[in-house]
């Protein structure tokens, strides 16, 4: 499967802070890009996803950037909450799901 | 949406044994897709399984190590065979239903001894 590298690993972050996790792919032929959350002993659950004819999509405190010259997408969490404590991949896909390729995860804790 | 539910949640199993794992979709979809996910890393896709026809794994993952079944489009099993402690992960089954939406299940823990 193609690579799709995730950076940070870990992140804390203060409570009302920006959090924002970034990745990077290298197969063009992606057209699919979704985030995921997940929290322990749980799935994970479909956050926000983007397509590359968009630079930026936001739903509600998500907002996914996309920048299909660097191969490069991010997710940022605005007015971090603790309940956003969770894991959260990037993936990347062509043709729908049955490819998808997943980051290695970011940890994120949000911190009162 | 969908419910996904997976049965066992969890298990402890001897070396060499096999564990089939179920999946049951609250509704009809056409694509169901198993996934592993080793404590504290990312998910790596096992096979798609496809209601009617064989299921298509993916480079590293063979058959006779983990069998599918695809009865209906609400059901499907994963089987871990002849199990060793590498097999010990997460294994988590997907749908998708429609265009852009995934649902994951709570996943089955397995851990061999």
């Known amino acids: 499967q193609q690579q799709v590298k995730q950076s940070p690993q870990s992140l804390i972050v203060q409570k009302g802070g920006i959090s924002i996790i970034n990745c990077a792919y290298e197969?063009?032929?992606?057209?699919?890009f979704p985030w995921y959350q997940q929290f322990p002993g749980k799935g994970p659950a479909l956050l926000i996803a983007?397509?590359?004819?968009?630079s930026e999509k936001k739903e509600g405190r998500f907002t996914i950037s996309f920048n299909k010259s660097a191969k490069q997408f991010s997710l940022h969490i605005m007015d971090s909450q603790p309940g956003d404590s969770a894991t959260y991949f990037c993936?990347?896909?062509?043709?729908?799901?049955?490819?998808?390729?997943f980051g290695t995860g970011t940890k994120l804790q949000v911190i009162p | 949406s969908a419910v996904i539910s997976q049965k066992p949640s969890r298990d402890i199993c001897q070396r060499g044994t096999s564990l089939t794992i179920q999946c049951q979709v609250d509704?009809?979809?056409?694509?169901m897709f198993w996934y592993r996910q080793q404590p504290g890393q990312s998910l790596t896709l096992i096979a798609t399984?496809?209601?009617?026809?064989?299921?298509?794994?993916e480079s590293g993952f063979v058959i006779d190590k983990f069998p599918i079944s695809r009865p209906n489009l609400t059901f499907s099993t994963l089987t871990v065979s002849n199990m060793s402690p590498e097999d010990s992960s997460i294994y988590l089954c997907?749908?998708?239903?429609?265009?852009?939406?995934?649902?994951f299940g709570p996943g089955t823990r397995l851990t061999v001894l």
């Open positions: 997907s749908v998708e239903m429609s265009t852009d939406t995934q649902y």
């Open positions: 197969n063009t032929a992606f057209d699919y």
């Open positions: 983007i397509r590359p004819d968009v």
């Open positions: 993936a990347a896909s062509s043709g729908g799901y049955q490819k998808v390729t």
């Open positions: 509704s009809q979809v056409t694509m």
């Open positions: 399984a496809n209601q009617g026809s064989e299921a298509t794994y």
